[in-house]
């Protein structure tokens, strides 16, 4: 065999190879195809061997011949392997329950906690009337949860049943939880000097649970003490809040009540904001939903915190953010503000 022949066989062997390689659809397939002519036993290698009986000077020439006939094969293998490899991708795509043509979900930007813009909110009307912004420890002493705000030592909201006892060191006062934000009222007044005008938003705990009572839950307390203070500057800045808060429409209504550290003390109600007071499902057919505590402080917190109560009079009362986010924000469960379930939490 001449050289001519052989690079003739050559190119010849080269066209089957591509033609081979187009007829796989497996890649095992392709690779076997491309054993037939370039494995060790392939067609190309046993051309190779014809090598030996062409003479010397013709040699280099032939296995120059080979190098470029294997280089094709080569390269047309690799070109076939890309697109079986491209059509395995595209299958598995197709294949998969991801659909690509829907639009991307989109950031959600992080949002403050819906019980966080309420209080926020609470706290921006009450500085707009002038109340400064204070704040007392979440483990208390009984004697400014309890004893400072006239609770007598049998009185039941010091009962286990309500209060979050801390067990105490040797040698420490008695520790708890607080139960209300009213020891704020006390603090403030055994360091300052009145006027006082303050409001005190924070965590309190209580041993309670259910649909709309939480063991941990907000409450803003809110006191103003100064020469003159009357039920009428409660009134008035009680009906000034709720009006900031869920409309110039809103009433306000004060029913007697009980709290050890006002006198008098009042619950207060304001106009249901669902039904606007015509009576419904959430107000009960009332017309009106409780809100707060409230009342004139007495004169034995004054005595306690070293005021004159023949000097000063003065109104506190103290709100559950829960409950105004509730009513504000139409959420009937309170313990779906501690779920931190997303799809709630995105609403707000
Ligand atoms: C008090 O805690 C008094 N310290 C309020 C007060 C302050 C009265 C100053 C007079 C002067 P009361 O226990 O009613 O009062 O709680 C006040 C508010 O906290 C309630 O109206 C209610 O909105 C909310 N609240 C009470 N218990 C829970 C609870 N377990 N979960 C969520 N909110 C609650």
């Known amino acids: 065999m001449n050289l001519a022949d052989l690079t003739k066989q050559l190119d010849a062997l080269a066209v089957e190879a591509r033609a081979d390689f187009e007829l796989t659809s497996r890649k095992d397939d392709l690779v076997q195809a491309k054993n037939k002519f370039l494995g060790r036993k392939g067609l190309v290698k046993s051309m190779g061997a014809t090598v030996a009986q062409l003479p010397p000077e013709e040699r280099p020439a032939v296995g120059r011949e080979l190098n470029r006939i294997k280089d094709l094969i080569e390269a047309d293998f690799d070109a076939r392997m890309l697109q079986l490899d491209r059509q395995e991708l595209d299958a598995r795509l197709i294949a998969s329950s991801a659909d690509l043509t829907l639009p991307p979900r989109g950031e959600s930007p992080a949002g403050g906690h819906p019980l966080i813009q309420i209080e926020d909110e609470l706290i921006r009307i009450f500085r707009a009337m002038g109340f400064d912004v204070a704040s007392g420890p979440e483990i208390e002493t009984d004697l400014h949860n309890f004893e400072y705000l006239n609770f007598p030592p049998d ?124 009576g419904c499902r959430i107000c009960k057919q009332t017309g009106w939903l409780e809100i707060l505590g409230s009342g ?50 995105e609403q707000f």
């Open 296 to 345: 004139m402080v007495d004169p034995n917190v004054y005595l306690a915190c070293g005021y004159d109560p023949g000097e000063v009079t003065g109104y506190a009362f103290g709100l559950g953010v829960e409950r105004v986010a509730m009513l504000k924000l139409g959420v009937p469960d309170i313990r779906t503000f501690y779920e931190n379930d997303v799809r709630f939490l």
């Open 155 to 278: 009185h039941p909201a010091r009962d286990m049943q309500d209060t979050m006892l801390v067990e105490a060191l040797a040698g420490q006062q008695d520790l708890l939880l607080r139960t209300h934000t009213s020891p704020v009222q006390v603090r403030t007044m055994l360091k300052y000097k009145p006027p006082v005008r303050i409001i005190a938003p924070g965590v309190v705990y209580r041993h309670d649970h259910d649909q709309t009572h939480s063991p941990v839950f907000r409450q803003i307390e809110c006191l103003h003490v100064d020469k003159g203070i009357t039920l009428s500057h409660l009134k008035g800045t009680l009906t000034h809040f709720v009006r900031a808060l869920f409309g110039a429409q809103t009433r306000i209504r004060l029913r007697p009540s009980f709290f050890p550290f006002t006198e008098p003390s009042a619950e207060v109600d304001v106009s249901c904001v669902f039904c606007g007071g015509e």
